[in-house]
C-alpha cells in the first residue's frame, strides 16, 4: 500500500466560494503581496504597482490595490517594487540524476525558485521496478512544492539490447494512471518501438491517452524523414533530445513542444533559441528544462533560475524566457488554470526578484506560504521511509579479479583495430571511433597517448557475474586508475572505467561494499567515493553534503587527468542504448545508429 502522503491541496472549485468572497472584499486574504510589478506571462506585460492576494494557498485578486482584502490577521508581504513572477517549472527531469531523494531535491531547489517539478523516475524502474516509481511518487507528494510524476514508459529503454532489473509493462503503466501525482507518460525513448508500432510501446501510450494525460517523448535521431514523422504520428507530444535550431524548428512545426534544456553536462538552449530570437518562431512551442542536474550544479549554480538566466544571456527577451519556464510547461501538462502564471485561482506560487535579467531569487512562495528567502529553504521536506528493498539492489555473484576485465585479441595479433566509444564533451551523444591498440601478451592494452581506457559493464541486478569489456576515449586519464558507477543509465547496472585492470577490480568491489555509489581510485587507494544507499542512486543526505562528495570526486577525476565538464555526467551515460553513436550493456557493444550490437574488433 502506498504511504500516506500530505493533504490534498485544496482545489480551485473547492474553495471558489471564499476566493469570489476575498476578491470582493467579503472575506480578508490570508496573505496580501504589496507594491510590487507583476510579471505577466499571459500578455508578456511587466505592470508595476500591483497587489496579489492570496486565500487557501491560492490567487484570488491581482490588482493595482488590495487594500479591500486585508484584514486584521491577514500576512503582509512587502514586494517594494520588486519583480513578481511565476515559481519556476522544470518541464523534464530526472531527480535521481542529482545523486538525491525527492525530499532532498526539493530542499535543494526551492530556494533557486523551482516550485513546479515533471519528473521522470525511470532511473529507479530500471532497479526496482513499479514499486520503486510508487515509492518516488509517494514521496514527491509529501513536498511542499510541486513535484508531477511521469510513470517511465521504457524499462528497458531498448528491448533485447539490454537487461534491466525489473521490466514497466502496459499493466502498470495502466495502474500509475490512477495515481493521483501521475501526469503523464515519461520519455518514450525506444523510438525504433513507436515508428515500427511495437505493441507494447502503443498500449502504453494508449493508456495514457485514455487516462486524458501527456505522452513524454524522446526522439534521439538526426533523422528527420519518414521515422521522424512516424515517431510522431504515433503521440509523444515533446521532444528534449533537439541539440540544433533545425531539430527544435523540426519538432515546433509538427505540433510537438520542443524542450530546450540546461543540465549540468547537456548545454542545447544557445543552439537552439535562435528559432525564437532570430527566425521569429512562436515561443509558445517552445520549453525549457534540465534533465539531468548534479547536486554541485544544484547547490552552487541553481536550477531552473540558472536555465532561464542563460536563455537571457543568449539573447532572450527576459519574460519569453519567463514564459517558457512557467506558462508553456503548465500548458503542455494541462495544468494552464493550475500553475504557470499569477492570476486568480492559480496556486499561489510566486517569486519576488529586484531583476528580471540576473534574476536573483530573494523570496519564494510555494501554495502561499513563505518557503525561501536569500537562498534559504525555510520550510521542512519530508522524508518517505525507504524499504530494506531498496537499499539493498547492489546484487554482484562475487568479487572481482583483474583477469574479469582481461579482454583477449585475435591469436597473433600484436596490434587491432577497435571500435572506441568517444565522449562528446556536453553532449548526451557518443561518437564511434577506430583505434589501433597494442597487444601484449595476447592481451589488447589500453593506451594513454591515444587516450583510450577501458570500460566494463559490470551485470548487478541478479548477481550473474556477467562483466562485459570495452573501449572508451575522451577522459584523458592518465597512470593507473578506475573509476566505478552504479548510476549507469538507464538499465543502471555498474559502470567500470580504468586504466588499470587492477584497480577497476578494486573499484567495482568498493561498490559492492558500500552498496552503491561512485567511486574512484588511483595509485593502489580510493581517492573519493559518494555512497548512494537508495536504488545505487540517490543518497538522503542533504544536497550539500552530497555537493561536496561529489565535488571531491570531480577533483579526484581532474588529479586522474580528466579535464571535461562534469566528466561524472558522462561516465553515467555510457551504457544509454538509446542515443547514438556507440554504447555498452550488459549484452555487449551496442551501434544505436542501427540499434544493433556491433564487435570490439574490426574485421581483420
Not at 500509475?176 to 505493441?199: H, K, R, Y
Amino acid at each position: 500500500m502506498p504511504q500516506t502522503t500530505s493533504p490534498t491541496f485544496p482545489s480551485w472549485p473547492d474553495v471558489a466560494a471564499d476566493l469570489i468572497a476575498v476578491a470582493a472584499g467579503r472575506a480578508p486574504a490570508d496573505t496580501v503581496i504589496k507594491s510590487g510589478t507583476w510579471v505577466n506571462v499571459h500578455t508578456r506585460e511587466a505592470l508595476p504597482d500591483h497587489d496579489f492576494a492570496i486565500r487557501h494557498g491560492r490567487i484570488t485578486y491581482v490588482g493595482p490595490d488590495a487594500g479591500h482584502c486585508i484584514g486584521p490577521e491577514t500576512e503582509i508581504i512587502e514586494a517594494d517594487g520588486r519583480y513578481m513572477i511565476p515559481g519556476l517549472c522544470d518541464a523534464h527531469m530526472h531527480i535521481e540524476s542529482g545523486m538525491l531523494t525527492p525530499a532532498e531535491f526539493a530542499r535543494a531547489v526551492i530556494p533557486h525558485g523551482t516550485t513546479s517539478m515533471f519528473t521522470d523516475p525511470h532511473e529507479i524502474a530500471n532497479v526496482l521496478g513499479l514499486e520503486g516509481v510508487r515509492m518516488m511518487h509517494d514521496e514527491a507528494l509529501m513536498q511542499p512544492v510541486n513535484i508531477f510524476t511521469q510513470m517511465p514508459s521504457c524499462a528497458p529503454s531498448a528491448p533485447g539490447l539490454e537487461t534491466t532489473g525489473f521490466e514497466i509493462t502496459p499493466e502498470d503503466v495502466t495502474e500509475a494512471m490512477t495515481w493521483p501525482g501521475i501526469i503523464g507518460l515519461g520519455e518514450m525513448m525506444n523510438f525504433p518501438g513507436v515508428t515500427n508500432a511495437d505493441p507494447k510501446m502503443l498500449a502504453e501510450m494508449a493508456a495514457t491517452a485514455k487516462a486524458g494525460k501527456t505522452i513524454g517523448g524522446h526522439y534521439a535521431s538526426p533523422d528527420l524523414g519518414p521515422a521522424f514523422h512516424a515517431y510522431v504520428a504515433g503521440g509523444p507530444a515533446d521532444d528534449h533530445e533537439t541539440t540544433s535550431e533545425a531539430e527544435g524548428i523540426a519538432r515546433a512545426r509538427q505540433g510537438m513542444r520542443a524542450m530546450m534544456r540546461l543540465g549540468s553536462a547537456w548545454y542545447d538552449v544557445e543552439s537552439q533559441i535562435t528559432a525564437i530570437t532570430e527566425k521569429g518562431l512562436d515561443p509558445r512551442s517552445f520549453i525549457l528544462c534540465t534533465d539531468d542536474c548534479h547536486s554541485g550544479t544544484l547547490v552552487h549554480d541553481g536550477h531552473m533560475n540558472r536555465v532561464v538566466r542563460h536563455a537571457i544571456d543568449c539573447g532572450c527577451d527576459p519574460i519569453v524566457a519567463l514564459q517558457m519556464a512557467t506558462l508553456n510547461t503548465a500548458t503542455h501538462f494541462g495544468l494552464e488554470r493550475e500553475i504557470g502564471s499569477l492570476t486568480p485561482g492559480r496556486r499561489a506560487d510566486v517569486i519576488l526578484t529586484s531583476d528580471l535579467k540576473t534574476l536573483p531569487i530573494e523570496h519564494v512562495i510555494a501554495r502561499g506560504k513563505t518557503v525561501a528567502k536569500n537562498g534559504t529553504c525555510l520550510v521542512d521536506c519530508p522524508h518517505y521511509d525507504w524499504a530494506d528493498s531498496a537499499r539493498q539492489t547492489v546484487n554482484m555473484a562475487r568479487d572481482l579479479t583483474a583477469e574479469d576485465f582481461e579482454i583477449a585479441a585475435p591469436d597473433g595479433t600484436t596490434e587491432v583495430t577497435c571500435n572506441v566509444i568517444g565522449v562528446v564533451e556536453n553532449q548526451a551523444p557518443t561518437k564511434a571511433l577506430k583505434r589501433t591498440l597494442p597487444v601484449r601478451g595476447g592481451l589488447l592494452e589500453p593506451d594513454e597517448q591515444q587516450d583510450v581506457c577501458q570500460i566494463a559493464l559490470v551485470e548487478r541486478h541478479r548477481a550473474t557475474g556477467g562483466v562485459v569489456n570495452a573501449l572508451v576515449s575522451g577522459f584523458g586519464y592518465q597512470g593507473p586508475m578506475a573509476m566505478a558507477s552504479t548510476v549507469a543509465h538507464d538499465s543502471h547496472h555498474m559502470i567500470v572505467v580504468g586504466t588499470c585492470r587492477t584497480h577497476m577490480a578494486k573499484a567495482a568491489n568498493h561498490l559492492r561494499a558500500l552498496g552503491g555509489g561512485v567511486t574512484l581510485w588511483r595509485d593502489g587507494h580510493e581517492q573519493a567515493s559518494v555512497p548512494l544507499p537508495v536504488a545505487g542512486l540517490m543518497s538522503d543526505r542533504p544536497a550539500r553534503e552530497v555537493a561536496d562528495l561529489a565535488q571531491a570526486l570531480t577533483t579526484a577525476m581532474q588529479d586522474a587527468g580528466c579535464t571535461l565538464n562534469n566528466a561524472y555526467m558522462q561516465h553515467s551515460l555510457l551504457a544509454l542504448v538509446v542515443i547514438p553513436e556507440l554504447r555498452i550493456s550488459d549484452l555487449g557493444l551496442v551501434d544505436v545508429r542501427t540499434f544493433e550490437f556491433t564487435d570490439l574488433f574490426e574485421d581483420t
